[in-house]
Structure formats: C-alpha cells, structure tokens
C-alpha cells in the first residue's frame, strides 16, 4: 500500500469547500508519520480557477480535472477520476470531506480500486504505522476507532470543522491539468441543476454558528427573531424535528437524526427540549447554550452554558447584547 | 416491474446504547429492535411505484441480517411487500459494508431487478455506504439521499432530487438504478391489521452464504474496529442565573466572549 495521500478537493458552485484545507491538515498527521506526500485533486467546473488557491499548502502536486463529463457532478464520472488517479499513482490514502458529495463518491470510488472506506471521521491518526479512524457511531452514542487490513487504499471522509485548517507553508504546488478520461455518455445519473433553498440562508452543515429553535417558537414568522441573532454572526438557523412537523421550519434545516448532522462552533438551543435524536445531530458542537423555560430539560445535561427562562424574553435581548459587542 | 427493497434491523432510536463486557461491540440485552428509520421511506415508495404500476409488479424485501431480522422482514410485508429474501449466516455477524454490498449483489441479481430504493444509512453504524458500494458491484447507478422520485409515463428514465447542503440536486438516470431515500420523500404508512395476517403467509426465502455461492465471507474493504469508546459526557453545564434577565443575558454575553470566545 502506498503511504502518499491524494486530497479531494470538493468544488461546490465554482468554489472549493472550506473542508478541504482541513483535509489537508489531516492528510499531514498521517504523511508526517509516513513520509508520503500529499496530493490534491480538483474535479469540475471552477477546478482551475481555484486550484492556485491551495497551493503551497503543504501539497505537492494538484491535478487539475474539467471537461465536460465532470462538469457536472455524477458519482460514476467522479469516481472513475478517483480510482484512475489511485491507479496511477498508488495512493495509500483517498481523503475527502463527509458532505452529501464526498458520502456519495466515496464508497463508490473504493469498491472500484478495492479500497475500503471509514465514513465520518472526526479523527485520523498513525499508531504504530497503522491508520487509526475515530468515528462516531449510534447517532453519536459511542465511537469506534477503525484500522484498515486489506492493502488496498484506504478512503477517508472526514467531518467538516473537526480539524484545524492547513495553514499556507510557504512554497507552492506543481498544478497541472488532466483529462478526466471519461465518456459523458457513459454516465447514467448526472446531477442537470442544483436548486438552492429557499430563504438563501447559509446550510446548517456548513455554519460556524446555529440558532435553533424548537416546538416552542410557535409559529414560522417567529423564526425572524432567530435569524436575526444568527445573521449577526453570518450564521444558519435550525430547528428540531417538532418545529418542522407543526410547519413552523422547513425540513432541510432540521437537526437531528432525521434531520442534519451538525457540528459548529456555536449551538443555541431555543426552546428545545433536548430529545436523544435532537442530540443526534448537534452534540458535537463546540460550545452549546440552551435557553429553556424547563429547568429540567434533558438540553441541559448536554449544554455548556444554560438559562432557565423565556426566550422570547432572552433571545431578543442577546441579540441586542451580541450586537453591541462585535460593533 | 421488478423494485427490490433493502432493509435493515437497527436499534430503536430512543434505545440507551451502552459498550458490551467485551468492549467489543454492544450490549443488545433491553434494546428494542426497528426497522432502520430510512427504510422505511424506501419500503413506501417501493409500494407507492408498485401501486401505480400495477400490473405484475412486485416488491421483494432483501435483508442481510440476524434471525431475529425475520420481526422487521415480516413488519415490512405487512405493510404491502410481496416476498422476501433472508440473508442469515452466522458468518456474518461482524460484517462491514463491503461484505455486505457483495452479499446483496449476489441475491439481487439471483431475484432480478429493475429498481432498488433502501434508505440513505443505517442509524446503526451510520456509514451511508452499502447502496453505493452495491451500485458499484452492480454496475448501476446510485441517486443517494433523494428527497423527490417520479418515474417517466414510458418508464424510460427517472427524475430525482437528492438532498445536498444548501439545496437539492436534480438528477436524471436511466433504468436499473439504487435510490437511496432520504426524510420527506414520503410518509411511511402503518401496517394494517388485515395486512398483518396477510404477512403472515408470505413467503420469506432465508438464504446463508453457501446458498449464494460463497464458500467464506467475501470480504473486499478489509477492516477492523479496535475499540469502542463511550461518548465523552460533555461538561458541566454553567446555569448563567442573575436577579433580572437583562443581567442574565448580559452574562451569558460576556461568558460567549470572554470564556467560549465564540463572539
Ligand atoms: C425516529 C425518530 C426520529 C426523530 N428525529 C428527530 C430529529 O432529527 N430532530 C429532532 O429534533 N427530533 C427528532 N425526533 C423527535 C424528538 O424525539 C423530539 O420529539 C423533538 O426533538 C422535540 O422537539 P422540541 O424540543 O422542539 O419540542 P419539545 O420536546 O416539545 O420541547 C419544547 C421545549 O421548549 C421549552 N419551552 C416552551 N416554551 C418556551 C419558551 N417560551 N421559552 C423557552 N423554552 C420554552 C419547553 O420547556 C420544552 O423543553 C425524532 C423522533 C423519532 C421517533
């Protein structure tokens, strides 16, 4: 098995994912065990443009992959890039971020170089030469750590905002452009438009910060009052599975096991109880404030920082008080 | 038109899931068992595309699991599948998704197909990864995570959304295909009571490995869990309490700045 690592850099809508140079950092723990170097490669449309982004980031060499069977994402057409660059050059390590592209590419372009494949990872490590993979399992009730035992490649997808970014190293990557090497009219499923949610507002799986509310919202124009908190950090509003049923939130933004798994910086529970499949999703956040009327709301077992009280009260007031701060 | 449904039995989402004595997997004594939660979408639309088909359409369940696996495979005729396929070999009590997609793959392809809708993961282990894998081994195409499914009057091809981060994809494929079925594509119906008895004399086909043609465990995607860990209980929570709430709030403020530093 080779011991270098090839990065998957995710482009989504011309630009490449903050993920990515969190992949890099991880591909570094594990070259800087081995030895290998670290590789990335950029597929699609804005693939060039973005390419000189990364470079000197520790990577080596970029593959530059955009023709018109890749414009578009299709898992077949992206796969097939993955396993031929692995082919190639006798990858060790597939790395890409656990996003709906990566846990749909992944699996797919393993089974094709008989690799095998650790999804959601929230840490990588060399133990004993070995690749260890710490995952949660159960909807987060316990982790397992994994080791791969085959030689084939081993692909990884990581959680997004679990490592720290790869910062520049100064120096900069050989980037070079490749043929996909694919027939666009031998893919099947082709992805033809992406239709963005409605609202525009950022996604629950990308933001630094979350203000969710719950049953306790009461109605959908409610809502206003927690995006106006989320908006003064650039952030994404949530909701829990009881807001979405009574119609209150939309279901894309819904945290939980049935929902979005969720892991910022920030998690502001507003009226939400704290239900085990709420947990689900959100508690590997960072930093969790629950806000409740319930003192003995299981949230607070989970919470950081709590308050006991109304949050039509306390809400609006933080919003004021966190303004007043970043002014 | 042959749609086959996959199926898993998992743990009840509510069920205290605690390390077993051998550290080396989990305590099963006390947990209910369920029919995996995406499954269940998968199974109705199964049922849905037979319905507006008609004709000699049929659902077949495949399940690789446990015996007592035949509980959910029997749930699942109830609510209006035709049959069923039991994979159950002791041999497979540890099985990593590779095993399992190549497992499928034999029995799907002994049963025919010409869709297969299971759910976007198990809420078990949380992979996402056999459909795909099984696409792969299949050699068809995957639409995972779809919110939306229509099929073409002609039945020539399929449109799709699939849920991603700040969207949905639309996606168009042609026949045989995997559909993974995320949340909000449809409401699962109940198993009715005449459909229970129903059930109870469909036939469920338990295959083990030598039946479908392996003489061990196939096992591409090699790997090994070494160790299971509790889930690190979370610190104290800091109740941030003052006589009125304007000073409560502002506390809490100052602790999101000065101590988090997360503003
Ligand atoms: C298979 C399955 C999957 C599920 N998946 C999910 C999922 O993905 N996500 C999810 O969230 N749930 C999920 N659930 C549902 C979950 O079990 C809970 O029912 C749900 O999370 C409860 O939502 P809630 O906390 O908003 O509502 P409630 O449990 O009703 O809690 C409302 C809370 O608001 C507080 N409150 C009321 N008024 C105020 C006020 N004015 N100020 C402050 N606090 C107030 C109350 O004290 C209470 O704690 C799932 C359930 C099942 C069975």
């Known amino acids: 098995m080779g011991k270098d690592v090839l990065v998957f850099g995710e482009i989504r809508n011309g630009e490449l994912k903050k993920v990515v140079k969190e992949l890099v950092a991880a591909a570094a723990i594990i070259t800087g065990e081995t030895g290998g170097a ?173 203000v969710s509310g719950g049953r306790a919202m009461k109605e959908e124009a409610n809502f206003r009052m927690l995006e106006k908190l989320a908006d003064l950090f650039g952030g994404a509003v949530g909701a829990s599975r009881a807001a979405v049923d009574a119609g209150y939130a939309e279901q894309p933004i819904q945290v939980g096991q049935t929902g979005k798994v969720v892991n910022p910086k920030l998690y502001i529970a507003c009226g939400i109880s704290g239900a085990i499949q709420h947990l689900a999703g959100m508690r590997t956040s960072k930093v969790i404030v629950a806000i409740n009327k319930d003192a003995s709301a299981p949230i607070f077992e989970k919470a950081h920082y709590g308050i006991v009280g109304d949050l039509f009260e306390i809400v609006p007031i933080l919003t004021e008080e966190i303004e007043k701060m970043l002014q | 038109m042959k749609i086959i449904v996959l199926l898993k039995r998992v743990p009840d989402t509510e069920a205290k899931i605690l390390i077993n004595q051998e550290g080396d997997g989990i305590r099963e004594d006390g947990v209910k068992f369920i029919i995996n939660t995406y499954d269940e979408y998968g199974i109705e639309e199964g049922l849905r595309l037979k319905e507006k088909l008609g004709g000699d359409s049929k659902v077949t369940v495949v399940c690789a699991g446990p015996e007592e696996s035949t509980e959910v495979i029997r749930t699942a005729l109830a609510m209006g599948a035709d049959d069923a396929v039991h994979i159950c070999d002791p041999a497979l009590t540890k099985p990593n998704p590779f095993t399992i997609a190549e497992v499928l793959a034999k029995a799907i392809s002994e049963e025919g197909f010409d869709i297969i809708f299971c759910g976007k993961q198990g809420i078990d282990d949380d992979m996402a990864q056999t459909q795909s894998i099984l696409a792969e081994k299949l050699d068809i ?70 039946d479908l043609g392996f003489n061990e465990v196939p096992s591409s995607g090699k790997s090994r869990i070494l160790k299971w860990l509790p889930m690190p209980k979370g610190g104290e929570c800091k109740m941030v309490e003052a006589e009125e709430t304007v000073d409560t709030v502002k506390e809490l403020a100052r602790l999101l700045r000065e101590e988090a530093k997360v503003v």
């Open chain 1, 38 to 210: 670290i590789d990335a490669v950029l597929v699609g449309a804005g693939a060039e443009k973005e390419a000189p982004g990364i470079s000197g980031f520790g990577l080596r060499k970029i593959a530059v992959v955009d023709d018109d069977a890749v414009t578009d994402y299709s898992s077949e057409g992206y796969a097939a890039v993955l396993a031929s660059l692995v082919g190639e050059e006798g990858y060790g390590y597939v790395l890409m971020g656990a996003t709906s592209m990566g846990r749909d590419l992944g699996p797919r372009a393993a089974a094709k170089v008989d690799g095998v494949m650790f999804s959601d990872c929230v840490e990588v490590r060399i133990d004993g030469g070995a690749l260890v993979a710490r995952r949660p399992v159960y909807s987060g009730k316990l982790f397992v750590e994994l080791t791969p035992e085959g030689d084939g490649p081993v692909f990884i997808s990581i959680r997004p905002n679990n490592i720290a970014p790869a910062g520049e190293s100064g120096g900069s990557s050989e980037i070079a452009a490749r043929p996909s090497g694919v027939d666009r009219a031998a893919i099947r499923a082709i992805v033809s438009e992406i239709v963005p949610l409605a609202g525009g507002r950022p996604d629950v799986t990308e933001a630094d910060v979350i």
């Open chain 2, 141 to 210: 195409p995957q639409v995972n995570n779809a919110t939306v499914f229509e099929l073409a009057d002609d039945l020539s091809k399929v449109l799709l959304n699939r849920r991603i981060e700040g969207g949905d994809e639309k996606v168009e494929t042609s026949l045989p295909v995997i559909i993974s079925c995320e949340k909000g594509l449809n409401d699962p119906r109940y198993a009715s009571l005449p459909g229970i008895m129903k059930a109870k004399k469909k036939e469920i086909r338990g295959k083990n490995l030598a």
